[in-house]
């Protein structure tokens, strides 16, 4: 799940969001960690321009530090960052980030990563837009390496060049999960070839299991084995039946026929699937993940 009120787009933002704060997320998280999720998600941008900000809001939560908040609060649940905007920020910073956060959670990282869109935030950092695609490609390899198990890593690429620095604590996890999200053509290209897993952006159904048997042709093509994580983010859901207009996309009914529904995403092909509720706020969202969790989660598999 990605959890509200850290980012606040208005695709997706509920009202209530506007006013909450840390409380809120904690308690999110602590509802999530009890029902059972795999991980709570975080999303990253630095900084909003004025020209989206009436789309995108200018609420978006560092994910490093509010990941890493919430480690502290919660037992279990993984930590992924999706998607953070690795090309923004040099490897080796990014490498101690999320090494300490791993380190400090005991093992909880999953490091999703993406190109980004905002042609702004690359700009005010001194970092070429046009050429973040291949920005991503050499900072997924730099990171491998910085987070890899040496305390002095090395990486010697196009871009960025190392050795002979160490960085202690290494991460708890003897390899960090590296996630890809996108899907654009270079997007799930780089997912299948350069990742652990693949987040997909908001694919309907119709169109994942083309994307996946892309991402398993091109997998095998390059002679690339071990474990690999499909995702899909499913449609807004509602366990029960909602007293209030929650929109005619969302997903709604008892518990069997909501499981019913999500059961087609793993006949698909996916391993993962990232939800998302309405609510109308707190308790109620505490009490869609609570059910979620007791009574559709066990029927899925």
Known sequence: MQLPVQSQSTMYAEPWEAGAGPDDLVALARAADRAGFDYVATCDHVAIPRRLASAMSTVWYDPVATLAFLAAATERVRLLSHVAVVGLRHPLLSAKQYATLDHL?????????????????????????????????????????ALGPEEFPEHHGKLYDFEGLGQLPRPAQERVPVWVGGSSPAAVRRAALKGDGWLPQGDPRDRLPAQIARIRRLRQEAGIEGPYTVGAIVEPLYVGTPAWDVG??????????????????????????????????????????????????????
């Open 248 to 301: 005619r996309r969302t997903l709604t009914g008892t518990p069997d026929a909501l499981a019913e529904s999500l059961r087609a995403y793993r006949a698909m092909g996916v391993d993962q699937i990232q939800v998302r509720f309405r609510s109308r706020g707190r308790s109620e969202l505490v009490d869609q993940i609570t059910a979620f969790g007791a009574e559709v989660a066990p029927r899925l598999d």
């Open 105 to 145: 959670s005991a093992g909880r990282l999953i490091l999703g990563v993406g190109a980004g869109h905002v042609r702004e935030e690359f700009e005010v950092l001194g970092v070429d837009f046009e050429r973040r695609g291949p920005v991503l490609d050499e900072s997924i390899d730099a990171l491998r390496a």
